[in-house]
């Protein structure tokens, strides 16, 4: 006669910083900005969501550029110095960042958290299969972790 276990299935898988992936807390709904659009509509735009920037995209959803704040203050101030005023001919596309690094939504936040503090940046977007995917950002990266102390720091 065989022992009997009456405890039932037991789980032992704890969810740890390797186990929750950037693709869980990334942003996928966002704001986004065409090349064509005024500086004058992206920083209304900022303002009216409280956000600090956003991604270009093209027709095709895929990410060309990346705006922000300090790229509308730079207009603002090479408007100023050639006293010239902001117009509607002052696009995204010419003062947009083209170089734009991006992060693999696959990534555990642990290597996000490493990937955040050798950039400085305060945003990553994600791009799957070409085309803009979402965006993960240092609050996303904060809410995760608190999520982890939830579950395993206690």
Known sequence: MGIINFQGKRTTKKETADSILISDYMT?????????????????TLLKNKISGGPVVNDNYELIGIISQGDCLKQISESRYYNMP????????????????????SLNIFDAVNRFLE???????????????GQ??????????????ETTWK
Do not use: W, Y
């Open 136 to 149: 993960i950002s240092q609050t996303d990266i904060l809410k995760a972790a608190m999520h982890l102390k």
């Open 119 to 133: 950039s400085k940046k305060r945003r990553f977007p994600i791009v799957e299969n070409g085309k803009l995917a």
């Open 28 to 44: 996928r709904d966002l704001i986004t900005f065409k090349p064509e659009d005024s500086i004058e509509f992206v920083i209304d």
């Open 86 to 105: 902001m117009d509607n001919s002052r696009t995204v596309e010419k003062a947009m960042v083209k170089n734009v690094e991006t992060i693999d939504g």
